[in-house]
């Protein structure tokens, strides 16, 4: 079995949220899904759980960070093209979404940054693997 990786976001508004994450592509799954938390699956392997804040609280001593004001985490999903990463930024946008700064193109790799409607930074990229070996002077590097 293929690890997974559950990235666990709390939210302020849990409908809201859920909204936003399907305009952007994922699917609600039912099973990890109540009126507390929702598992968005972003693919086979990525799932987002977004928490209400009382559900989060569960799992941390800590205060819940205001994504606002700090930054918690950087989030960086890759995508299949330059198209692709631009696709789903103009979905987070028109979602309610914000554009957090201008696109940056490197040539070999090119990305853009969106925040949700909590504030969680986004970072869609594209890379052209080859292309960034040999910029960076480096051996290619092969998909695990």
Same mark, same amino acid.
């Given at each position: 079995m293929?690890?997974?990786? /559950?990235v666990?976001?709390p939210? %302020?508004?849990?409908?809201?949220s @859920?909204? /936003?994450?399907?305009? !952007?592509? %994922?699917?609600?799954? +039912?099973? *990890?899904?109540?009126?507390? #938390?929702?598992?968005?699956? @972003?693919?086979?392997v !990525?799932?987002?759980? !977004?928490?209400?804040?009382d559900? *989060?609280?569960? *799992?941390? +001593?800590?205060?819940?960070?205001?994504?606002?004001?700090a930054?918690?985490?950087?989030?960086?999903?890759s995508?299949?093209?330059?198209?692709a990463?631009?696709?789903?930024?103009e979905? #987070?946008?028109?979602?309610?979404g914000a554009?957090v700064? +201008?696109?940056?193109?490197?040539? /070999?790799?090119?990305?853009? #940054? /969106?925040?949700?409607p909590?504030?969680? @930074?986004?970072e +869609?990229?594209?890379?052209?693997?080859?292309?960034?070996?040999?910029?960076?002077?480096?051996?290619?590097?092969? %998909? %695990?």
């Open positions: 293929s690890k997974l990786i /559950f666990n976001l939210v %302020a508004d849990l409908g809201r @859920i909204a /936003f994450y399907e305009a !952007i592509g %994922a699917t609600k799954n +039912p099973i *990890f899904s109540d009126e507390t #938390a929702a598992c968005m699956v @972003i693919s086979d !990525i799932h987002v759980m !977004i928490l209400t804040h559900k *989060f609280r569960q *799992f941390t +001593p800590r205060a819940v960070a205001d994504a606002r004001s930054t918690e985490v950087l989030l960086c999903l995508a299949e093209s330059r198209q990463v631009d696709d789903i930024t979905k #987070a946008l028109a979602a309610g554009e700064r +201008p696109a940056e193109d490197h040539g /070999f790799m090119y990305g853009r #940054a /969106f925040e949700d909590d504030g969680h @930074i986004w +869609p990229m594209w890379m052209d693997m080859a292309a960034a070996s040999e910029a960076l002077g480096a051996a290619p590097v092969e %998909a %695990a």
